[in-house]
């Protein structure tokens, strides 16, 4: 694994997550932005900073974590 891949991608879901209201989001709207966040890093360091890894992990991601939070 790469560091220089690692690091920004994790800056990055840090940063856009800092972003984000909470306050009128719904579990499940906060279960779905948690789960595109770590799905888009997982996605960035599995194909080594490839757009189209970063963008099907958080796609990938962010659907697990509406279901997820559907539950809730």
């Known amino acids: ?3 220089r891949t690692l690091v920004p991608a ?12 909470w306050d009128n989001m719904s579990s499940r709207e906060k279960s779905a932005a948690t789960g595109a966040a ?6 960035a360091v599995i194909t080594d900073g490839g757009i189209l890894g970063t963008v099907g992990g958080a796609a ?5 974590g509406d279901q997820v939070g559907k539950k809730k």
């Open 1 to 3: 694994m790469k560091i």
């Open 10 to 21: 994790l800056l990055l879901a840090a940063a856009t997550t800092g972003c984000a209201t």
């Open 38 to 43: 770590v799905g888009g890093v997982a996605g």
């Open 60 to 64: 990938i991601g962010g659907v697990i």
